[in-house]
Structures are given as structure tokens and as C-alpha cells.
């Protein structure tokens, strides 16, 4: 190869490296911050309107909202939220066999699940033996929820009744 060609080359190289090396990337993709993600099963319009608004200003989350209990897997798989609410009573797939479904699947097994409906005392007798996290009872008071919210997708595996 001839020298001219060479040193034009490494000219460029040096340049690029220069270019990385100022460029403000951070050192690892991976620790990147994650917008969290909820998933929520409400077939009552203005029950998962007021979900989806405090859980938007008050936690910065992103939500998903399915009004049939049919839908619920497919969101999972198609969403990977870090949080599902789930109500008993859904048209279609009742919230007690989603949370069989979900809990049968070794994939969607560790997904945290709480429980709003009007209905606890068959979420809570359901699911005793697999370990919901939470159950809270509609109608419910929306700082409760955001703290329980908190500490689900935070990890905090502490069982509340309602």
C-alpha cells in the first residue's frame, strides 16, 4: 500500500477516536434508566382512567390499560410490565384464572400482581397459596395504592390484606 494512502488512513482513525472519546456516552448501555411499566386490567372506563393518571404523574410510570380478561397474557408477553392490577371481575377471563395462567407459566411466574377489586376476600383465598402480593379492596384510596405500587415494583414482597 502506498504511504500517502497509509497516513491518510490513520489520519481518519485518530480523528474518530478523538470523536468517541469526547462524545458523552455512558460507559455501560445496560445501566441505562428503564421507564417502569404497568399493566392494568380495569373493565370500568373511569376506574382505569384514574389509574393510568395517577400512576403517569405520581410515579412516572408508563401504562397499559386492557378492559377484557382475555387480553391480559397477550399484553404480559407483548409489554413485559413490571407490575400488573388486576381486577376479579373482567368480562371474558375472570382476574382468578389470569392469575392462574400467569403463575402456571414459568416466564410471567415473578411477575408482581396486585389485586383492586371489589372482590378481595376471593383474590385473597385464590391466591393464598401462591403468593399474590398485594389485595386491595375497591373502593380504595389512591395514596394506599401508590405506596403499595411503590413497593411492589420496588421489590418489597410483603403481603397486605385489604
Known sequence: ???????????????????????????????????????????????????????????????????????????????????LILDVALPGLNGLDVFDLLRSDPRLSGLPILFLTGLPERAETASAATGVHEVLAKPFDIDDLIVRVRRLMDGVKTPVAA
Open 1 to 83: 500500500m502506498p504511504g500517502g494512502m497509509a497516513g491518510a488512513w490513520n489520519g481518519r482513525h485518530v480523528q474518530l477516536q478523538g470523536l468517541r472519546q469526547r462524545a458523552p456516552l455512558p460507559s455501560d448501555p445496560g445501566t441505562a434508566r428503564r421507564v417502569k411499566r404497568v399493566l392494568v386490567a380495569e373493565d370500568e372506563p373511569d376506574i382505569a382512567d384514574a389509574l393510568r393518571q395517577a400512576l403517569t404523574e405520581r410515579l412516572d410510570v408508563e401504562t397499559d390499560v386492557v378492559a377484557n380478561g382475555a387480553l391480559v397474557m397477550d399484553s404480559v408477553i407483548a409489554h413485559r410490565p413490571d407490575l
